[in-house]
């Protein structure tokens, strides 16, 4: 079995930062990408950032220049460091991973669990 469990959400003013981090954990060959995506109340699901195993990323349009990815391949994390924070940013946050259990076969995605992030004004 595979885990993601997320840690570092919280409560923050407008214009503050946190640093949000989700460690895999369990039967891993290897981690393919690795992304964060989140849902406000009454919205969809939807992508924050993604980032390849060789350090590729992508942005959402909405956190570009405010939003960075990062992954610490050696423990199974990805960081997703969030600077100049607004109120329409407050959403549960959640990580996944695209994990190959074993040399053969094809890569699963695996969710975690969420973590809220709300952004006062």
């Known amino acids: 079995q595979v885990q993601l469990v997320e840690s570092g959400g919280g409560l923050v003013q407008a214009g503050g930062s946190l640093r949000l981090s989700c460690a895999a954990s369990?039967?891993?060959?290897?981690?393919?990408?690795m992304g964060w995506y989140r849902q406000a109340p009454g919205k969809r699901r939807e992508l924050v950032a993604l980032?390849?195993?060789?350090?590729?990323?992508n942005y959402a349009d909405s956190v570009k220049g405010r939003f960075t990815i990062s992954r610490d391949n050696a423990k199974n994390t990805v960081y997703l460091q969030m600077n100049s924070l607004k109120p329409e940013d407050t959403a549960v946050y959640y990580c996944?991973?695209?994990?190959?259990?074993?040399?053969?076969?094809?890569?699963?995605?695996?969710w975690g669990q969420g973590t809220q992030v709300t952004v006062s004004s």
């Open positions: 980032i390849a195993s060789g350090g590729d990323t």
């Open positions: 996944n991973a695209g994990v190959k259990k074993y040399w053969y076969g094809s890569s699963s995605l695996y």
């Open positions: 369990g039967s891993i060959f290897v981690i393919n990408d």
